[in-house]
Each structure stands twice: as structure tokens, then as C-alpha cells.
């Protein structure tokens, strides 16, 4: 399969190949969503914690004595069916686990037919480099903001700063580090590498931009053979 190969302003530079086995899968939703609610089970954090009666405090003394008050027996306050004593079976945040267990290959399946149908309905491209003057925010807002309405139909007048602006994932090589500082404040623009490719990512960014040197380590992350 061949697509256009873009320079940061843009324009077309030539043609490049791209693989069959990522970028020409049909979409399963099925597989899709098994994925990507795994994916968010596995990054939750088991946060809920609450006391038992040996960790609340106060209730060292016996409330009244054992009989003689008519009173049914208590040994603490502290006891769960006081008010403001322990829980009983309450969440214990490490003692539970969200993980569910989602198998390499299907991983691999989801993202490439991700892509595939991101490519598909124009909203994946692939750049030759992108070079800054200097490691400032506003100089990859300027780059992309150009960028994405030269290769869709977006108005050239969207500012980065509006709410209309779409959001972008812009994948690059590990070695580009002065990207990612560059765009670490702007809320709809995400530069991720491949090592931190996830389903996640691709379906909360609409539009994806892959730099040129990214593809033969893509090729390598995905294709099993």
C-alpha cells in the first residue's frame, strides 16, 4: 500500500510504502472493545480504603460495664455498628486487583486495525520531520495548526487555543525528546513513541501523525510472524 509522505508544512513530498498486515485490517469492534476496556481496567488504581475497628481511633475504654445497666453489651466504640467506628469488608485499596489479561496478538490486532480505519477515514498521516527553532510550545502549535488543515478540511483559521481545535497524537522516535517538552502543555496535542503506542491513545486523538522513521520500528511492534 502507498500513501503521501509530508513535510511539515503540508506539502507532498513523494510516496512512500507502507505495510499490508498494519494498515489494511478490517475493523472487528468486538476485539476493539475487549482491548480497550482491558486497557482501562489495567491502568486503574485501586484507591478505596477504608479502617477496620483496629485501626480507627479512640475506643481503648469499655462505654459502661458488662451488666447491671440494662444496656445491651459493648466493648468499643469503635465497634462497626457504632457511628464513626470501623468498617467491616470495606474496600482495602491493595486488595483489589483490576487487571483482566488480554493476550499479546490481540493487542497487536486492535491497534493495527485502528489504524487501518484511521487511514481509511483520512485522519492518519505520515510526516518526513519535524524541526523547531526552538523547544516552545507555540512552535508545534504553529506546526501543527498548519499541518492539519492542509491535509483535511479544517478551517485555517481554527487557533490552537479554541475548543474546535481537533486533538492530535503525534508518535515519534524515543531520540525526540524536544517534541515532547515542547507540547506538554497543549491539552489536545499528545506526543507519545512507540514504546508507549497504546488503543487507548487512538481512539481518544482523532487525527494521528506518525513521523518517517517511526514505521520500520512499527513494523517490528506489530507484525508477528
Not at 514504546?195 to 486523538?205: A, T, V
Not at 494521528?208 to 511492534?221: A, G, K, W
Request: hydrophobic residues 35%; positive net charge.
Amino acid at each position: 500500500m502507498e500513501i503521501s509522505l509530508y513535510n511539515q508544512q503540508g506539502e507532498t513530498i513523494k510516496s512512500i510504502e507502507i505495510p499490508d498486515k498494519i494498515f489494511d485490517q478490517k475493523l472487528n469492534n468486538e476485539l476493539i472493545y475487549q482491548v480497550y476496556t482491558s486497557s482501562l481496567s489495567n491502568a486503574r488504581q485501586p484507591l478505596a480504603f477504608v479502617r477496620n475497628r483496629g485501626e480507627v481511633r479512640g475506643g481503648g475504654k469499655k462505654p459502661w460495664a458488662q451488666k447491671g445497666t440494662g444496656r445491651a453489651r459493648h466493648g468499643s466504640i469503635r465497634s462497626p455498628i457504632w457511628k464513626g467506628g470501623g468498617f467491616t469488608f470495606g474496600p482495602r485499596q491493595k486488595e483489589v486487583n483490576f487487571k483482566k489479561k488480554i493476550n499479546k496478538r490481540q493487542r497487536q490486532l486492535a491497534i493495527s486495525q485502528v489504524l487501518s480505519q484511521k487511514l481509511r477515514d483520512g485522519e492518519l498521516f505520515v510526516v518526513d520531520t519535524i524541526s523547531l527553532e526552538a523547544p516552545k510550545t507555540k512552535e508545534i502549535a504553529k506546526i501543527i495548526k498548519n499541518l492539519l488543515p492542509k491535509l483535511t478540511n479544517l478551517d485555517t483559521k481554527v487557533s490552537s487555543k479554541s475548543k474546535q481545535f481537533p486533538s492530535c497524537l503525534l508518535i515519534v522516535s524515543p531520540k525526540e525528546a524536544l517534541l515532547k517538552r515542547s507540547a506538554r502543555n497543549l491539552s489536545k496535542i499528545k506526543v507519545s513513541t512507540l514504546d508507549n503506542l497504546n488503543i487507548l491513545d487512538l481512539l481518544n486523538f482523532k487525527y494521528v501523525i506518525f513521523l518517517s522513521d517511526t514505521l520500520p520500528i512499527l513494523e517490528t511492534l506489530l507484525i508477528v510472524k
